[in-house]
């Protein structure tokens, strides 16, 4: 089992910035992966970015390549997600999620049925 807890939510105007975290625990041995993923409401949970564990692998959705940067701390069994010039359209929970290698996330793809771990959420509100 792998346990991920998110932090670093709240707040923000737009073009703000804000930098989530989530530290995982438990057998991360086990995972390759790491990923962050955004829901809003009636909306379905959508891919923001992944990286490969030794970290020479990122990937971005469209929606905020340039403006996201995901990173990690291995010695800290910590994921980041910088996120920078906020829009309106990135409020929503940002959930992360940890998952083991697979052709697919090789490929790029950043989609919840490859990541088997999930954390429970941290809320970000981007209003003026």
């Known amino acids: 089992q792998v346990q991920l807890v998110e932090s670093g939510g709240g707040s923000v105007q737009p073009v703000g910035s804000l930098r989530l975290s989530c530290a995982a625990s438990?057998?991360?041995?086990?995972?390759?992966?790491m990923g962050w993923f955004r829901q809003a409401p009636g909306k379905e949970r959508e891919g923001v970015a992944t990286?490969?564990?030794?970290?020479?692998?990122?990937f971005y959705a469209d929606s905020v390549k340039g403006r996201f940067t995901i990173s990690q701390d291995n010695a800290k069994n910590t994921v980041y997600l910088q996120m920078n010039s906020l829009k309106p359209e990135d409020a929503a929970m940002y959930y992360c999620?940890?998952?083991?290698?697979?052709?697919?996330?090789?490929?790029?793809?950043?989609?919840?049925?490859?990541?088997?771990?999930w954390g429970q959420g941290t809320q970000v509100t981007v209003s003026s």
């Open positions: 999620a940890a998952g083991r290698e697979t052709p697919r996330l090789w490929a790029g793809y950043i989609a919840p049925p490859d990541f088997g771990y």
């Open positions: 438990g057998y991360t041995y086990s995972v390759t992966w």
């Open positions: 990286i490969y564990t030794t970290g020479i692998r990122t």
